[in-house]
């Protein structure tokens, strides 16, 4: 029983710090209007807000650096330091946003504070994945990996929802003035007060590293294998079909009042609704993945998400209501993250324990900083230049079909066992 409630803090530890990280990040997208009038102040809001947006894609140019840093880090000191050091960094990077005076207080040095603490903010969250992925699969049980490593992104969306409630209550209970003045504060702070918890639990952690279990058989034999810089490049393409349905499900807010004019409540609904679906696609997935095998939801409900986007936009489009949207980001949620379980678990499997956190966070990091941070201009380019309501569907099929095509040479990474013989070899 002890072993049980050390391996439950242990989980707690992780996936706890891992969403106040997601919470921080997102929240900032959500009060991007007000940031933008209190440190980027303009004669025309529309300049501001497109440098609040611009320092919001600060942080994912931080990424890659974080985890290449932090994921060598994790491979050589261990999963716990890395993990602390990514928590007081985050730490660090939101108290800094929360306690930043404004534009009209300090001049320029407030911008410039500004974009100091998203780029350790996005340097922070580029170093957590890779390790605290490892930690995940590393302290599970073999027949468990997936359920635990689901975690990972089951975390993300309760971050998603506790942001887009917490964003909503405020708004309604503060109005318009006082939000804009310092109530877009109140979620940072708060994300900051948890994180005392947060360290308390990462401190009494075990470290996996050691014991973490050599390649099983499904994988290649040893380290130096050719195939592994292949496996590299392979898995950014799977990450970067994720992150392009997760980014367009969150662009979804904008796109149901610029396009189909609804009301805001209906964009916050729609955020809340991806974040729950999240959720329950992650845990689902998980389960799936232990029990069939990586590959096969990996493949097939990544395929179902190609297929399923553009149809899914054409109805909503039809049907431009309340309820269908929440339906189509819903279940175009479930779908992405039900694969992202099973395919998080398979790059962490491809590599052995000592390049593990390393190799997972740069195939993440990069997959998420060239493909998130640049989604919703890209999708609200393709609109406007196209005038096709449906572009940011086909721009989901298109990175999605890339998605299918290299895992299709990916093996299975099931312990013990293959459920499919490999298609490929590259």
């Known amino acids: 029983m002890s072993q049980f409630r050390e391996r439950q803090r242990a989980i707690a530890a992780v996936v706890t710090c891992n969403a106040l990280e997601v919470f921080d990040f997102v929240t900032y997208a959500f009060f991007a209007v007000q940031i933008a009038r209190a440190f980027f102040p303009s004669t025309q809001p529309q300049a501001g807000l497109l440098l609040s947006v611009a320092v919001f894609g600060v942080g994912f140019i931080a990424r890659p650096l974080g985890s290449v840093v932090i994921g060598y880090y994790a491979d050589r000191a261990g999963r716990k330091p890395a993990l602390l050091l990514t928590a007081m960094l985050m730490t660090i990077g939101t108290l800094g946003l929360a306690l930043t005076p404004s534009y009209a207080a300090i001049g320029f040095f407030a911008p410039m504070l500004v974009v100091a603490c998203r780029l350790v903010q996005g340097f922070a969250l580029g170093g957590e994945i890779g390790p605290s992925t490892a930690f995940l699969l590393e302290i599970a049980p073999d027949e468990r990996r997936a359920s635990y490593v689901s975690l990972q992104f089951a975390s993300q969306g309760v971050a998603t929802v506790l942001a887009g409630a917490i964003g909503a209550a405020l708004s309604a209970a503060l109005g318009a003035q006082a939000m804009a003045a310092w109530g877009w504060r109140v979620p940072f702070a708060l994300g900051a007060l948890m994180v005392p918890v947060a360290l308390y639990l990462r401190m009494a952690m075990p470290e996996t590293l050691a014991a973490a279990p050599a390649p099983g058989p499904a994988r290649a034999a040893t380290p130096t294998t050719p195939w592994r810089p292949a496996y590299l490049a392979l898995g950014i393409c799977v990450v970067a079909g994720g992150t392009v349905a997760t980014y367009v499900g969150n662009y979804m807010a904008t796109y149901s009042t610029t396009v189909l004019r609804l009301p805001t409540t209906a964009g916050l609904l729609a955020t809340m ?154």
């Not at 998420?368 to 449906?390: A, M, Y």
């Open 273 to 426: 609704a991806v974040g729950l679906a999240t959720i329950a696609g992650a845990l689902a997935g998980g389960r799936l993945a232990d029990s069939v095998g990586r590959w096969p939801p990996m493949f097939w409900l990544r395929l179902a998400v190609a297929v399923a986007t553009v149809p899914a936009f054409l109805l909503l489009l039809r049907s431009p209501d309340v309820a269908t949207l929440l339906a189509v980001s819903a279940v175009l949620a479930f779908l992405n993250t039900a694969s992202g379980s099973g395919a998080l678990t398979a790059l962490c499997e491809l590599f052995p324990p000592q390049r593990r956190a390393t190799a997972l966070a740069i195939v993440y990091s990069v997959g998420v900083s060239l493909f998130g941070g640049s989604t919703q201009f890209v999708v609200t380019w393709l609109i406007g230049t196209t005038g096709d309501p449906v572009a940011p569907a086909w721009y989901v099929m298109a990175a999605n079909c890339v998605a299918v095509l290299a895992t299709m040479f990916l093996p299975e990474t099931r312990p013990a066992q293959s459920r499919r013989p490999r298609v490929a070899s590259v």
